[in-house]
C-alpha cells in the first residue's frame, strides 16, 4: 500500500501521545497509591467506595459514641457503687439500732451519724459529670434533681433518659434518672405493706408478710382490729376501701396466736407480741418511698422514743426498724438493678466495640480494595509501558530516518 | 523533419519541465493540511501521416489533475464529525469528572462531617461546643452544595461563550466557501475547463475544518459549487451567498445561548437538537445530557436534605424552650416562562413531596381551556392536566388565569437546589436537640404502670397545643382512664379504654402506657422545660443519615451522590471509549484517503529524478537535433 509521507508522522505522533499518557495514568495511579484518579476509571467501584465510606465513617461514629455511653455509665456506675456501700453502712446501723440494750443517747448518736449519711447520700444522688451536669437528672441536666426541704428531699426533675447510638441499630442508655434509682422504691415487701397503727398502745410487732397467691390480690386497703374481752384477744380482719367486695376477709372474733400466720386474699404475715383491745394493723398495697425518705423515718424513729417506753416503746421502734430495713434492702435491690443494666450495658459496649472494630477493618479493607493501587501490577504496567515507548520512539526514529533524498 | 526534431524534443522538454514543477510542488506541500497530491496527464501529440507510416509528433500535457476520492473524503468528513462531537463532549465532562475525582473535596466528606457533629450533640446536648461545631459543619456543607453547584454553573456559561465562539468561526468558515465557490467559478471559466486544484482543496480543506465545528452535508453543482447545509437540512452555504448564524438566549431559559439563523431583520430559532455533530453538537449534547442532568441531581439532593432535616428540626425544641424552625433554608423550583408567550398567567412550582422528585427538568404546553400539556423532558413522558393546580413527581404546578393557547414554561425543579441551601440558624440554642415534650409517671402511683417518653407526630404543622400539659388518671377499675388537658376536644375525656402499649396519641404526639396501673395512678406530658440533657431530635437528626429519603424513599443522601458520581463516571468513560474509537476509525480512513491522495517524499524523489532524466534526454535530442542541423550546414 502507498503510504504518505505525514501519514507516517501523524499515525506515530498518535501512538506516541497515547503511550505517553497510558504512561502518565500510571505513574499517577502510583504516586497517589490510588488505582481510582477520578469515577470514571471505575464508575461503579467509586459509587461503592463512596457508599462504604459512609459505612465506615459512621461505624467510627459509634465508636465515639460508645465512648460516650462508656464514660457516662463508668461515672454512673462508680457514683451508684459509692451509694451502695453507703446503704450498706446504714443498713448495718439499722441492724444495731433494733439491739434491745441501746439506751435513748445510744440512739441519738446514731440518728446523728444517719443524718450525716442522708447528706452524704443527697450529695451523692446530686453528681455531676464534671462538666456541670447532674447525672441522675432526666433531660433537665442543669437542674440540680434533688433538694431537701421541710417536706424531706424531694425530686424536682424528670424521668427522661438520654440514648445514644452505638451501632447501626442498636440505641443505649446515656442516663438513667434519678426517680428511679432514689424514689421508685417499694416499701413493704414490694407488693403490700403491713403497718402497726402510731395509736398502738400494745406491744404487737408486724412481719413484713408474703404474697401467697397472686391471683387473690385485690389492691385493697385492709385493717386488723384487735379486741381484747376476758382476757381473750381475738381480731378480724376489714376491707376498708371504699366500694370494695364482700365478704369480710378474716371475721371479727377469730383467737389471736402470736406468731400465726394471718392470711387472706392471697397476703399473709404475722403478728408477734401482746396487742391490746382496740390497737389496729393496716395492710395496704405498698407505695413508692424513696430512700432518702426511709433513712429519715428511721432518724425520727430513732430521735422520738414512745413516750410510754416499756415494751409498748420497744415494740414502736422494732416496727420502724423493721419498716426501714425492708425499705433499705428494696433500695439497696433498687440500686443494684440500675447498676447491673449499666454493667450490662458496659459489657455490650465492649462486645459492640470489638465487632465494630473489626467491621471498620473490613470497611477499610474492602475501600482500599476498591480504590488503592496494586504496586507491583502498577510497576509492573509502568515499566511494561516504558519499554514500549522507548520501542516506538526508536523505531518511528528508525522508518522516519529512511529517506530517498539521503541518496541523491 | 529538422524542425519535427526541435518540435518534439522542445514538447518533451516542456512536459519534462512541468512534470518537475508538480513534483516540486507537491514536496513543497507535502506537509500542507488538505493538500492532495497533483499529478501532470501527459498525451502523445497525434502523429503524422506520411508515407512512411505515422510518425509521433512529440507529448502535450494536457491537463495537472489532483489524486482526489470522493468517497473517501465523504467517509473522512462523516467520521470526523462524529470524533470531534464525541471529543468536546468527552473534555467538557471530562471536568465534571474531575471536580467529582476527589473523594476528599466532594460532597461525601461534608455529609460525614455535619452528621459526626449532629452525633456529638446528640452525645452532650447541652454542649456549646459540640452545638457550635454542628452549626459550622452544616455551613460547611452548604457551602460545599454551593461550589460544587457553582463549577457547574461556571461550566455552563463557558458553554455559552464556546457555542458563541463557535458560531462566529462556523459563519467565518461560511463566508470562506462561499468566497472559494465564486473563485472557482471564474477561475474554471476563465482556464478553459482546467480543475483548479489548489482551490478546490482549500474548499475541501475549509469544508473538512467546518465540519468539524458542525456537521454538514455537502452537494456538488453542476457550475463546480458546492451547496452546503447543516442541522436538519438547513442550507448554509447557496453558491455564493452564506448564511449567518446567531447565537441567541433561549427562549426557554434566558441564562443560556441557543443557535438560530439571522435573516437580518429577524433570528429564525433552530431545533437544537438538530445539529449533531462536530464541536457545536459536543457542545449542545454535553448541556443537555450531562450537565443538566448533573446539577439536578445534585440539586435533588440539596432538597431533599433540606426538606427532611427541616422536618424533623420542626419536630424539635431548641435550648430555649421553643419549637424547632427551619435549620436549612430550602431551596424551590425553578420556573421559566417562555420569552414569546403571549398569555399574561404565570405558572407557579412548589415541592409536595421531596423524595418523589426526580431531577428532570418539565416542560409545560397551555393547550386552551384549563388543560394543560406536561413533558417530563428526561424520558419524554407526556402527561395531561386537564386542569390545574395538579401534583406530578412530588411537584405541585398552579397557575393563575390568563394563559393563551400555545404558552410554554419551563420547570426545573432541582437546578438551583445546591446553589440556594444555606444554613437557616445562626444561633447555637436554636438547634432543636431535644424533644418538645416529656411524660411523667407520678411518683404516688401505686401499680406498675410505665409510660414511653413520647414521641411528636410528623405532622405538619405541629399541633399548636403539642406543649399543654396532658394528665392521663387511671379510673377505678384501673381498665379505662380519663385525659385532660388544654387542646383535646371534649377535655376531660372520661372512660379511654386502656391497652397495654396500644398508642395514645393526643394534641400531636403518641406515648405508650405499658404495666398494670393501679387505680388513681396519674401519668402526666408536660412543655420539656430546662431540658439541656435531652437528645431525643438530635438522635432522630442523625438516623437521616442512613434513612432512605431521596428518589421514592430508595437511597440515603450519600447514595444519591453515589449514584451521580457514578452516573458521570460512567458517561465519561462511555465517552472516553466512544470517542477513541472513533478517532482511530477516522485515522483509518484519514490514513487510506492519505494512501490515494498523500504525497509519499520518496515517490517525489523518484519522480523527481524521472523528469530530470526526461529533461535530460530532451535535451540530449535537441542537441542530436542541433548536431544535424551542424552536419547539413557544413556540408
Redesign the interface.
Known amino acids: 500500500?502507498?503510504?504518505?509521507?505525514?501519514?507516517i508522522y501523524?499515525?506515530n505522533v498518535?501512538l506516541l501521545n497515547q503511550q505517553q499518557s497510558q504512561l502518565l495514568h500510571t505513574q499517577q495511579q502510583i504516586a497517589t497509591q490510588r488505582r481510582l484518579?477520578?469515577?470514571?476509571?471505575?464508575?461503579?467501584a467509586?459509587?461503592?467506595?463512596?457508599?462504604l465510606?459512609?459505612a465506615d465513617?459512621?461505624n467510627s461514629?459509634y465508636a465515639?459514641?460508645r465512648n460516650?455511653?462508656q464514660h457516662s455509665a463508668s461515672l454512673a456506675e462508680s457514683v451508684l457503687q459509692s451509694v451502695t456501700n453507703l446503704l450498706q453502712d446504714v443498713r448495718t446501723i439499722a441492724v444495731n439500732a433494733g439491739n434491745g440494750a441501746l439506751n435513748h443517747s445510744d440512739k441519738q448518736t446514731l440518728a446523728t451519724d444517719l443524718s450525716g449519711r442522708l447528706d452524704e447520700l443527697l450529695s451523692l444522688a446530686n453528681s455531676t459529670d464534671g462538666?456541670g451536669?447532674y447525672l441522675f437528672?432526666?433531660?433537665?441536666?442543669?437542674?440540680q434533681p434533688f433538694s431537701n426541704d421541710i417536706a424531706g428531699v424531694q425530686?424536682q426533675t424528670?424521668?427522661?433518659?438520654?440514648?445514644?447510638?452505638v451501632g447501626?441499630s442498636r440505641?443505649l442508655a446515656?442516663?438513667d434518672s434519678g426517680?428511679d434509682i432514689f424514689?421508685?422504691v417499694k416499701n413493704g415487701n414490694g407488693t403490700f405493706i403491713a403497718k402497726a397503727a402510731t395509736a398502738n398502745t400494745g406491744s404487737g410487732i408486724v412481719s413484713q408478710g408474703a404474697v401467697t397467691d397472686p391471683a387473690l390480690l385485690t389492691?385493697n386497703n385492709y385493717q386488723v382490729t384487735f379486741s381484747v374481752a376476758a382476757g381473750v384477744t381475738t381480731y378480724g380482719v376489714t376491707n376498708i376501701t371504699p366500694?370494695a367486695s364482700v365478704p369480710v376477709p378474716v371475721a371479727p372474733g377469730t383467737p389471736y396466736v402470736s406468731g400465726q400466720a394471718i392470711s387472706f386474699d392471697g397476703l399473709q404475715f404475722d403478728i408477734t407480741g401482746s396487742p391490746v383491745n382496740g390497737d389496729v394493723f393496716t395492710a395496704a398495697?405498698?407505695?413508692?418511698e424513696?430512700i432518702f425518705e426511709t433513712i429519715s423515718n428511721l432518724i425520727t424513729a430513732l430521735r422520738t422514743p414512745n413516750p410510754l417506753g416499756g415494751a409498748v416503746a420497744a415494740a414502736e421502734f422494732t416496727n420502724s426498724n423493721n419498716q426501714a430495713l425492708n425499705s433499705l434492702d428494696r433500695g439497696i435491690d433498687n440500686v443494684s438493678t440500675v447498676r447491673t443494666s449499666l454493667g450490662s450495658r458496659l459489657r455490650e459496649l465492649d462486645s459492640l466495640q470489638n465487632a465494630g472494630e473489626s467491621m471498620g477493618v473490613q470497611f477499610k479493607q474492602t475501600i482500599s480494595q476498591l480504590?488503592d493501587v496494586d504496586l507491583n501490577k502498577a510497576i509492573s504496567d509502568l515499566t511494561q509501558q516504558q519499554i514500549t515507548l522507548e520501542a516506538a520512539q526508536k523505531s518511528f526514529l528508525a522508518v522516519s530516518g529512511?529517506?530517498?533524498?539521503d541518496f541523491? | 523533419m529538422g524542425i519535427g526534431i526541435f518540435g518534439r524534443g522542445v514538447s518533451a522538454l516542456n512536459a519534462a519541465q512541468i512534470g518537475l514543477s508538480t513534483v516540486e510542488h507537491n514536496i513543497a506541500n507535502?506537509?500542507t493540511p488538505g493538500f492532495n497530491?497533483q499529478q501532470i496527464v501527459q498525451t502523445a501529440r497525434l502523429s503524422l501521416d506520411t508515407g512512411a507510416g505515422f510518425i509521433g509528433q512529440g507529448v502535450d500535457v494536457s491537463t495537472v489533475k489532483r489524486i482526489y476520492s470522493e468517497f473517501l473524503s465523504t467517509q473522512v468528513l462523516q467520521g470526523q464529525a462524529q470524533a470531534s462531537q464525541l471529543e468536546t463532549n468527552f473534555q467538557q465532562i471530562?471536568q465534571i469528572?474531575?471536580m467529582?475525582?476527589d473523594?476528599d473535596a466532594?460532597l461525601?466528606p461534608a455529609?460525614?462531617d455535619l452528621?459526626?457533629a449532629i452525633?456529638?450533640v446528640?452525645?452532650?446536648?447541652?454542649?456549646q461546643a459540640a452545638r457550635q461545631a454542628m452549626l459550622s459543619s452544616a455551613q460547611f456543607l452548604a457551602s460545599r452544595f454551593q461550589s460544587l453547584n457553582q463549577r457547574m454553573s461556571d461550566i455552563d456559561s463557558s458553554i455559552n461563550g464556546q457555542i458563541s465562539s463557535s458560531v462566529t468561526t462556523i459563519n467565518s468558515y461560511a463566508q470562506q466557501i462561499a468566497s472559494m465557490n465564486k473563485n472557482i467559478v471564474q477561475v474554471q471559466a476563465a482556464f478553459n475547463g482546467h480543475t483548479p486544484n489548489d482551490l478546490l482543496d482549500q474548499r475541501d480543506q475549509l469544508i473538512s475544518l467546518l465540519n468539524q465545528e458542525v456537521k454538514v452535508n455537502v452537494v456538488k453543482q453542476s457550475n463546480g459549487t458546492l451547496n452546503v447545509f447543516i442541522g436538519s437540512g438547513q442550507s448554509l452555504v447557496v453558491g455564493e451567498q452564506p448564511i449567518i448564524l446567531k447565537a441567541v438566549q433561549s427562549l426557554s431559559d434566558p441564562s443560556r445561548l441557543e443557535v438560530a439563523y439571522d435573516s437580518g431583520s429577524s433570528v429564525i430559532r433552530a431545533q437544537q437538537n438538530s445539529f449533531q455533530g462536530g464541536n457545536l453538537g459536543g457542545l449542545l449534547a454535553f448541556r443537555n445530557e450531562s450537565l443538566d442532568v448533573a446539577q439536578n441531581a445534585l440539586g435533588r439532593v440539596a432538597i431533599v436534605l433540606a426538606d427532611t432535616f427541616n422536618q424533623q428540626h420542626q419536630l424539635g425544641q431548641d435550648l430555649n424552650g421553643a419549637l424547632g424552625g427551619n435549620f436549612f433554608t430550602q431551596p424551590v423550583p425553578l420556573v421559566i416562562t417562555n420569552a414569546e408567550n403571549t398569555g399574561a398567567a404565570t405558572i407557579s412550582a412548589s415541592i409536595a413531596s421531596t423524595s418523589a422528585l426526580t431531577g428532570s427538568n418539565y416542560s409545560l404546553r397551555f393547550d386552551g381551556g384549563t388543560a394543560y400539556t406536561l413533558t417530563r423532558l428526561s424520558d419524554n413522558t407526556v402527561t395531561s392536566l386537564a386542569t390545574l393546580p395538579q401534583t406530578v413527581d412530588g411537584l405541585t404546578i398552579a397557575t393563575t388565569a390568563g394563559a393563551v393557547a400555545g404558552d410554554r414554561y419551563m420547570i426545573r425543579p432541582t437546578v438551583n437546589g445546591a446553589r440556594d441551601i444555606a444554613v437557616a440558624i445562626s444561633d447555637t440554642s436554636k438547634i432543636a436537640a431535644?424533644a418538645p415534650i416529656?411524660?411523667?409517671?407520678s411518683?404516688?402511683?401505686?401499680g406498675s404502670g410505665r409510660?414511653s417518653?413520647g414521641t411528636v407526630n410528623a405532622v405538619f404543622p405541629v399541633d399548636v397545643n403539642l406543649q399543654q400539659p396532658v394528665s392521663i388518671v387511671f379510673d377505678?377499675p384501673p381498665a379505662t382512664f380519663t385525659v385532660t388537658g388544654t387542646g383535646i376536644p371534649g377535655s376531660p375525656v372520661a372512660g379511654v379504654a386502656y391497652t397495654e402499649g396500644a398508642p395514645i396519641t393526643y394534641n400531636g404526639f403518641t406515648l405508650q402506657i405499658t404495666g398494670t396501673p393501679?387505680?388513681g395512678d396519674t401519668f402526666s406530658v408536660t412543655s420539656?422545660?430546662?431540658?439541656?440533657?435531652?437528645?431525643?431530635n438530635a438522635?432522630q437528626l442523625?438516623?437521616l443519615?442512613?434513612q432512605n429519603t431521596v428518589d421514592g424513599g430508595t437511597t440515603?443522601y450519600?447514595?444519591a451522590?453515589?449514584?451521580l458520581?457514578?452516573?458521570?463516571?460512567?458517561k465519561?468513560?462511555e465517552l472516553?471509549m466512544t470517542s477513541q474509537a472513533q478517532t482511530s476509525m477516522v485515522?483509518q480512513v484519514?490514513?487510506t484517503q492519505?494512501?490515494?491522495?498523500?504525497?509519499?517524499?520518496?515517490?517525489e524523489?523518484?519522480n523527481?529524478?524521472r523528469y530530470q532524466r526526461a529533461y535530460q534526454a530532451a535535451g540530449r535530442v535537441i542537441q542530436v537535433a542541433n548536431t544535424m542541423f551542424d552536419t547539413l550546414l557544413s556540408l
Open positions: 500500500m502507498r503510504i504518505s509521507t505525514s501519514s501523524n499515525a498518535s484518579l477520578t469515577p470514571a476509571d471505575d464508575p461503579i467509586a459509587a461503592r467506595v463512596l457508599k465510606s459512609q465513617a459512621t461514629q465515639i459514641n460516650a455511653v462538666v451536669n437528672s432526666g433531660f433537665q441536666g442543669r437542674t425530686y424528670d424521668d427522661g433518659q438520654r440514648m445514644i447510638q447501626s440505641q446515656a442516663s426517680a424514689m421508685r389492691g366500694g398495697p405498698s407505695t413508692n424513696s480504590q529512511l529517506s530517498l533524498f541523491m | 507535502a506537509n497530491r471530562g469528572n474531575n467529582l475525582a473523594s466532594g461525601s455529609i460525614q452528621f459526626s452525633n456529638n446528640s452525645s452532650s446536648p447541652e454542649s431535644a416529656r411524660t411523667n409517671a411518683l404516688a402511683n401505686i409510660i417518653a377505678s393501679a387505680a420539656n422545660t430546662n431540658a439541656t440533657a435531652d437528645n431525643r438522635l442523625a438516623n443519615q442512613t440515603s450519600q447514595g451522590y453515589a449514584q458520581v457514578s452516573q458521570v463516571g460512567n465519561t468513560r472516553e485515522n484519514i490514513q492519505q494512501s490515494i491522495s498523500g504525497v509519499n517524499l520518496d515517490e524523489a523518484a523527481l529524478l
